[in-house]
């Protein structure tokens, strides 16, 4: 199911390092069916707990054809050099998975640069089932049709999604922002060889969010 505040008939499906967990705490305030101190939790994994995040399904999306629906976008080249920024140079998060260790993942660091990383992206997905939850396409969670949504928002827009739910719960609705990385990267921080071996990636992405985002590879 996505992530339903039924008392307000709202329904929300998340994408991945797309603002998911500073969403996940907005609708926290203003669902009666949380018990939790939002203001005194420090821990992003209490929002994903309370509302996990799942693909999208044409029939579980329809079941909730009454509510108000909405997504929360996040430019392709951004949403995914931050899985490395976030997940990877900030977390750690490779030196959880157990498969790296395998004899074929053998050319695999759990350290990687920017460069090694992203040209060995395929890899490390099958490799890291943390890397491949936050890699996957967008449209796997938002689905193929964002017009069938009452609002998308960019990331850049979370004030103004924090105005509309107040407006219609009543609720005020604090936006701060949980899960920022630490680290800066930017596209022409990669080798061109390392672009080129991404660039099939992102043009799906934009193929499917150019209404939202600038492609710079086109």
């Known amino acids: 199911m996505p992530i339903i505040v039924s008392a307000h008939k709202i329904a929300y499906m998340a994408l991945p390092k797309a603002g998911?967990?500073?969403?996940?705490?907005?609708?926290?305030?203003?669902?009666?069916?949380?018990?939790?101190?939002?203001?005194?939790?420090?821990?992003?994994?209490?929002?994903?707990?309370?509302?996990?995040?799942?693909?999208?399904?044409?029939?579980?999306?329809?079941?909730?054809?009454?509510?108000?629906?909405?997504?929360?976008?996040?430019?392709?080249?951004?949403?995914?050099?931050?899985?490395?920024?976030?997940?990877?140079?900030?977390?750690?998060?490779?030196?959880?998975?157990?498969?790296?260790?395998?004899?074929?993942?053998?050319?695999?660091?759990?350290?990687?640069?920017?460069?090694?990383?992203?040209?060995?992206?395929?890899?490390?997905?099958?490799?890291?089932?943390?890397?491949?939850?936050?890699v996957l396409p967008a449209e796997l969670f938002v689905g193929p049709d964002l017009g069938a949504y009452d609002r998308v928002y960019r990331t850049a827009e979370l004030a103004r999604l924090a105005d509309d739910l107040q407006a219609r719960t009543g609720h005020a609705v604090d936006i701060s922002r949980e899960n920022a990385s630490e680290m800066k990267l930017e596209l022409d921080d990669l080798a061109p060889v390392t672009i080129d071996a991404i660039r099939p990636r992102l043009m799906r992405e934009y193929a499917l969010l150019g209404g939202f985002f600038t492609n710079p590879l086109a």
């Not at 926290?28 to 995040?53: E, F, N, R």
């Not at 029939?59 to 909730?64: F, N």
């Open 20 to 134: 998911c967990s500073t969403v996940k705490r907005a609708l926290a305030q203003i669902d009666p069916d949380v018990t939790v101190d939002v203001g005194t939790v420090d821990d992003m994994d209490v929002w994903h707990g309370l509302y996990p995040t799942v693909r999208f399904r044409p029939h579980r999306w329809e079941a909730v054809a009454d509510h108000w629906r909405f997504c929360v976008v996040r430019d392709p080249v951004k949403r995914l050099l931050s899985v490395y920024t976030n997940r990877v140079a900030q977390f750690g998060e490779l030196h959880n998975s157990r498969k790296l260790k395998w004899p074929q993942f053998a050319h695999l660091t759990a350290d990687p640069d920017p460069d090694f990383f992203f040209s060995n992206l395929e890899d490390y997905m099958q490799a890291a089932s943390v890397i491949r939850h936050h």
